[in-house]
């Protein structure tokens, strides 16, 4: 039996994706007989709470802020005393946690690596001074998984990882909740739908200043999620003239619901995402997607298959894409089918949960 910190850089505080597969992480560990301990932010989801007492894991606040957490080697003595492996997501190698494991000898950690980064923070990552504090970090992380091969290249690059030290394990969803409707379509207008955090990488502002475009009048959008981008959308569509096709839904736990309730997805990200969980979760429910072509999501989204794929920061073409397809019902009900199918061959949350399992108990005897 090993004992294993499962920690997370987020507040649990919906039923996501992230969240279902830390539950699920957990509950298989448990069942190959581990220890487990979760980390993660407040404020914490009453499902999320539940779901881990229910399966006898501890649940402890994650020390994020600096200046109230345990120094490097405080930490340190706290983890080589009740961990033998942490396993960290949303939380990078300059950070505490990982100069904590850096320096608690024997305990290793591992790290699942699903951050999207703007241009201008891959940079920054990427100077002389952050790449040797990362190289340094990265002798006592066994290994770096990234939710797509776009993260893992980069990660061979930015710490000069050996292939063996780091590989892909894509993200996976709940192929039981995230399902198609077996309904036919409801008639009336076009169903868009939109699922982020508000910040302006999202590129809802692009997506907003398409839906204004001619062609599109009848197309109505659902935007989900919250964010500090959430005012000043709501006044661009104001501004544009769409403000009564567009509905601003905040964060919700029905985004299955939503889904299933809609005709197209649509993900203008602008910066470069390292997978997109809400496009294999719209695939597995039977949408066609449209998304910017950056970062992992090629590898998501089979272009003129599964979805199609289109420049960022550029709503003239995202609006000429969305008006091909909108009229064409058929295109569109093939690519749903397609989506689906491949969201069942790729992202399903029990493959994704099996491999990141695996992965931890190769990194206890490496």
């Known amino acids: 039996m090993a004992r294993i910190a499962l920690c997370a850089g987020l ?38 709470e539940a779901q881990l007492a229910r399966h006898g894991v501890e649940r402890r606040n994650l020390w994020f802020d600096e200046a109230v957490a345990p120094g490097v080697f405080a930490g340190a003595r706290l983890l080589r005393r009740e961990f033998d492996l942490v396993w960290m997501t949303l939380l990078g190698p300059r950070g505490l946690l990982a100069r904590q494991i850096a320096t608690a000898w024997p305990t290793r950690g591992v790290i699942l690596d699903g951050y999207s980064l703007s241009s201008r923070t891959e940079v920054c990552t990427a100077s002389l001074a952050g790449r040797f504090v990362d190289r340094v970090t990265m002798i006592r992380i066994a290994g770096v998984a990234g939710v797509s091969d776009y993260i893992t290249c980069r990660n ?46 999202k590129g809802v502002d692009t997506l907003l200043h398409a839906l204004a475009q001619p062609g599109l009048e009848q197309t109505q959008l659902a935007v989900v999620g919250d964010g500090p981008e959430e005012a000043s ?41 390292a997978f997109g969980y809400v496009l294999a979760e719209a695939m597995a429910c039977g949408l066609p997607v449209v998304a910017t072509a950056v970062g992992g999501v090629p590898e998501i989204v089979s272009d003129g298959i599964s979805g199609i794929l289109v420049r960022p920061d550029d709503p003239i073409d995202l609006a000429f894409v969305l008006q091909k397809l909108v009229a064409d019902e058929g295109q569109m009900r093939r690519m749903g089918l397609a989506a689906r199918e491949r969201a069942e061959t790729m992202f399903g949350l029990g493959r994704s949960v099996q491999q990141i399992s695996d992965w931890c108990e190769a990194a206890l005897h490496s």
């Open 11 to 48: 507040a649990p505080r919906k039923i996501g994706s992230l969240e279902e597969t830390i539950v699920s992480l957990s509950q298989t560990l448990v069942a190959r007989g581990h220890a487990i301990t979760v980390y993660v932010q407040s404020p914490v989801h009453a499902w999320f």
């Open 156 to 201: 061979r690059t930015l710490y000069g990882l050996s292939p063996s030290r780091c590989v892909t394990i894509y993200n996976g969803v709940n192929l039981e909740r995230f399902c198609p409707c077996r309904d036919s379509r409801v008639p009336g207008p076009i169903r868009l739908v939109t699922v982020c955090h508000l910040i302006r990488d």
């Open 233 to 273: 959308l709501r006044l661009l569509a104001e501004t544009l003239g769409i403000r009564d096709r567009v509905c601003f839904m905040g964060l919700r736990d029905d985004v299955p619901e939503i889904l299933r309730a809609s005709d197209v997805l649509v993900h203008p990200a602008r910066w470069q995402e």
